[in-house]
């Protein structure tokens, strides 16, 4: 099996270091790891891509690129120019810093590489670590998706689900805050939100006395709505979300059809 790996915290992130192995454990002794992962920390890009300008990609070591773009780009790049003319069967973007359940997803430049994956046709999966008080400041903080990681997507592939839909499946992995061993278990959970929480802007004054914004992210210690992805990790169990990149309101097409 040959695989390609992304992320969007950079290609010296310690969760690329996790993915990495997961990726070895599923491709098998006689398998490949590609790395193509963005040279400086990419995070909350979604799924831009370096559409107006050209990007640079760099040679690190066997097997290893870093590029100058978004995880989209780098998915792109390493299909298409690092791998070019050879299959790749899977497609890993992670493992990330933090959690991508409920309305983070939508933001998430990790959920970005893998949705690029999946628009190519090719099976991918989206990792990413949720942080709480028991593993936020611990060498370990990636434990518990180093040690189920690989065992979640192998479940995943091995139900054999066909995927011939215009818009490809891609997967939501969300691995619990809390040690490995404390997992109670995997749970299929639809993408929840968390109730009275939008991501904002924070001013602040340069020395120069130019005004900034920074982002400010939402309280990631509410739950979801029950049998949700927060709500689900943050009860210790693994949550994994189909996904495609349709955005389509189905479930309103028929009522606007008066406009017509």
């Known amino acids: 099996m040959r695989i390609l790996i992304t992320n969007d915290d950079g290609i010296n992130a310690p969760g690329l270091k996790v993915m990495e192995a997961i990726a070895a454990d599923i491709a ?22 370096s559409y107006t300008h050209p990007f640079m990609i760099s040679e690190m070591g066997e097997r290893r690129f870093a ?22 069967d899977l497609v890993l973007s992670g493992v990330n810093r933090g959690n991508n359940s409920a309305e983070n997803a939508l933001y998430s430049g990790t959920l970005g590489g893998a949705m690029e994956g999946a628009l190519q046709g090719i099976p991918a ?27 979640v997507i192998r479940k995943v592939l091995d139900t054999g689900l066909a995927d011939d839909a215009p818009y490809r499946l891609f997967y939501n992995i969300n691995f619990p805050p809390c040690p490995a061993d404390a997992v109670k278990g995997m749970k299929v959970a639809p993408q929840g939100i968390r109730p009275d929480t939008t991501f904002s802007v924070e001013p602040h004054e340069s020395p120069s006395g130019r005004r900034f914004l920074w982002s400010r992210g939402t309280d990631q210690r509410k739950p979801s709505a029950p049998g949700t992805d927060a709500a689900a990790n943050l009860d210790n169990y693994v949550s994994v979300t189909p996904m495609r990149a349709d955005l389509t309101a189905h479930d309103m097409l028929e009522a606007l059809k008066v406009i017509e």
């Open 125 to 151: 999966f989206a990792l990413s670590q949720y942080l709480g008080p028991d593993n936020f400041r611990i060498p370990e903080a990636f434990d518990c998706a180093a040690t189920h990681g690989a065992s």
């Open 28 to 49: 098998g002794p006689g398998g490949e790891v590609w790395i193509v992962a963005p040279a400086f920390e990419q995070s909350g890009v979604g799924h831009m891509i």
């Open 67 to 88: 590029a100058e773009g978004s995880p989209a780009d780098c998915v792109m790049a390493g299909l298409h120019e690092v791998l070019a003319g050879k299959q790749v």
